[in-house]
T-cell receptor, first 110, second 114 residues
Framework: GQNIDQPTEMTATEGAIVQINCTYQ??????LFWYQQHAGEAPTFLSY????GLEEKGRFSSFLSRSKGYSYLLLKELQMKDSASYLC???????????FGAGTQVVVTP | ETGVTQTPRHLVMGMTNKKSLKCEQH?????MYWYKQSAKKPLELMFV???????ENNSVPSRFSPECPNSSHLFLHLHTLQPEDSALYLC?????????????FGPGTRLTVL
């Protein structure tokens, strides 16, 4: 079956680094997406990995290991506005069907 | 209007009511999606339309009926819903054929079934 696992909640202080892990088991795989969702708002795209390795985009980086079925999202220099739910999603076919994890709620404290 | 819009933003309905959710995308995309988001659960894909044809129906009960009259508009018709159908309903769109075919989400409709 299809399975996407990520921690339920993580807490970190302002200015710190947090790493959100995601493991996936899917029947097909065409890349791994990370989305950010603030409470009461739409999910917004953060990153996409299809090849193994690290993709850096400002304070946010995402890593993928296809052989291990593993990805992580790294948030650096945390800011209060980074408090949100972070959704890991595997693309399971060529035209965009996404399998989502339940999301990781990141709480940034002063 | 830009991006993906959804109306209404909030909806309260009784179990015998009939209502419709509307989604419009202003991005020129060729695929549209309906998702259900319940508290503490993963986003559940309900329906996918590609070039206005339904390509996915994820075992959704028949009390949910989608309609895609053109590539910019998507509706979700609701009738005789159950209280457990209360959730956030999200619409998304994407451009098929691209390698990174990220989905753009609307703000959602918060549905409460009494």
């Amino acid at each position: 079956g299809q399975n996407i696992d990520q921690p339920t909640e993580m807490t970190a202080t302002e200015g710190a680094i947090v790493q959100i892990n995601c493991t996936y088991q899917t029947s097909g795989f065409n890349g791994l997406f990370w989305y950010q969702q603030h409470a009461g708002e739409a999910p917004t795209f953060l990153s996409y990995n299809v090849l193994d390795g690290l993709e850096e985009k400002g304070r946010f980086s995402s890593f993928l290991s296809r052989s291990k079925g593993y990805s992580y999202l790294l948030l650096k220099e945390l800011q209060m506005k980074d408090s949100a739910s972070y959704l890991c999603a595997a693309s399971t076919d060529s035209w965009g069907k996404l399998q989502f994890g339940a999301g990781t709620q990141v709480v940034v404290t002063p | 209007e830009t991006g993906v819009t959804q109306t209404p933003r909030h909806l309260v309905m009784g179990m015998t009511n009939k209502k419709s959710l509307k989604c419009e995308q202003h991005l020129g995309h060729n695929a549209m999606y309906w998702y259900k988001q319940s508290a503490k659960k993963p986003l559940e894909l309900m329906f996918v339309y590609s070039l206005e044809e339904r390509v996915e129906n994820n075992s959704v009960p028949s009390r949910f009926s989608p309609e895609c009259p053109n590539s910019s508009h998507l509706f979700l018709h609701l009738h005789t819903l159950q209280p457990e159908d209360s959730a956030l309903y999200l619409c998304a769109s994407s451009q098929e054929g691209r390698r990174n075919n990220e989905q753009f989400f609307g703000p959602g409709t918060r549905l409460t079934v009494l």
